[in-house]
């Protein structure tokens, strides 16, 4: 018989002890009906949560081996903790999924079914329907989809979850990235390989609150943009060039209007709004660039994307306990 593959799913949690324990059960009933076909590895990454994650993280490890965790030192965010569980992980495929069971788990078999079965690389869930998200949040979200895809050759799809599975060649491919600014939707979209999209209709959360906070949102949106665009530059650029013309334009019709009128003295107020503008638009462009530069001043410092206190994980067959660890 040949030999069955392996599963990772990698689970970031972030104050997740209300529906961990849910969670582990549904991902058993699915590990249960694929056991023929695949065995599971269930990777929990504790995001420096403050409650009692990570407590039932270990419970977890304890009664059920298959179950692996790290944790972080302080709370890093999803994207550092999704970069943890990659590294970690030692499956054949690699699934990342959300703790709170919004990421439905049993969609991990038709997952694995079209990368085994229809020669994909990965297959990617597609929420069909936002119900039970504040309207304004959807709308936002939608309009920031299409706005980076305009400005950048990342294609999010509508609907684009964080919730795939991948083979071991994307999954390495996706930790070559090892920038610091991670945006892991652009990421996936970056490296190409053949995804296959399922959709799903919009779960609740099974218990616990939301992580995002509108400022968190934003400043993701941000880093979107930033991280895979240039075309703010661009466009600070065209508008430089813009004033010039303006300008050139406004100081021949001085000149003119001083010859043939002579030189009263007067329009100061209209001088005054001017340098207004002006420096308005300077202060906005070099904003831009300062977003750019800061970026990158964080790029060069080359700081680890995350700091791991504990980590026990299967990798080279034996589990680590304690001691440090960190992401390039
Ligand atoms: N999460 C995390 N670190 C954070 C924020 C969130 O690991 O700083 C995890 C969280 O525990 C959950 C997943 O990311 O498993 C999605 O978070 P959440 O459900 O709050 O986001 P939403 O579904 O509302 O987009
Ligand atoms: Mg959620």
Request: proline letters at 3%; hydrophobic letters at 40%.
């Amino acid at each position: 018989m040949d030999k069955k593959d392996k599963i990772t799913a990698v689970v970031p949690c972030f104050n997740e002890e209300e529906v961990i324990g849910l969670f582990y059960e549904e991902i058993c009933r699915v590990a249960e009906r694929m056991k023929e076909q695949a065995e599971f590895e269930i990777l929990f990454v504790n995001d420096g949560s403050s409650d009692g994650t990570l407590a039932k993280m270990k419970e977890l490890r304890e009664k059920d081996r298959r179950v692996c965790y790290l944790s972080f030192s302080r709370n890093f965010g999803k994207e550092a903790a999704m970069y943890a569980g990659l590294e970690h992980a030692t499956g054949d495929y690699v699934a990342v999924i959300d703790a709170d069971l919004q990421h439905p788990p049993e969609l991990l078999i038709e997952m694995y079914r079209s990368i085994r079965e229809e020669g994909f690389d990965s297959a990617a869930a597609q929420r069909v329907s936002r119900t039970g998200e504040p309207k304004l949040r959807a709308f936002v979200s939608r309009k920031f989809y299409r706005v980076l895809a305009k400005l950048s050759k990342i294609e999010v799809v509508d609907g684009e979850v964080d919730y795939r599975l991948m083979s071991r060649q994307m999954v390495n491919a996706v930790l070559q990235m090892s920038e610091r600014n991670r945006f892991t939707k652009g990421i996936f979209s970056w490296v190409g390989f053949r995804t296959k999209w399922i959709p799903y209709e919009n779960v609740e959360r099974a218990a616990g609150t939301t992580k995002w906070s509108f400022g968190k949102l934003l400043k993701y949106s941000l880093e979107g943009i930033i991280g895979y665009s240039t075309a703010p530059l661009a466009f600070v650029s065209l508008i430089g060039v813009l004033f010039c013309i303006a300008a050139f334009i406004a100081i021949l019709f001085i000149i003119i209007k001083t010859l043939v009128w002579g030189d009263p003295v007067g329009g100061w107020p209209s001088l005054a709004c001017m340098i207004l503008g002006v420096s308005g638009v300077q202060l906005f462009c070099m904003g831009i660039l300062g977003q750019y530069l800061g970026k990158t001043y964080l790029e060069v410092k080359n700081r680890p994307i995350y700091l791991a206190s504990i980590v026990e994980t299967n990798e080279n067959g034996q589990t680590e306990a304690g001691g440090a660890e960190s992401g390039k």
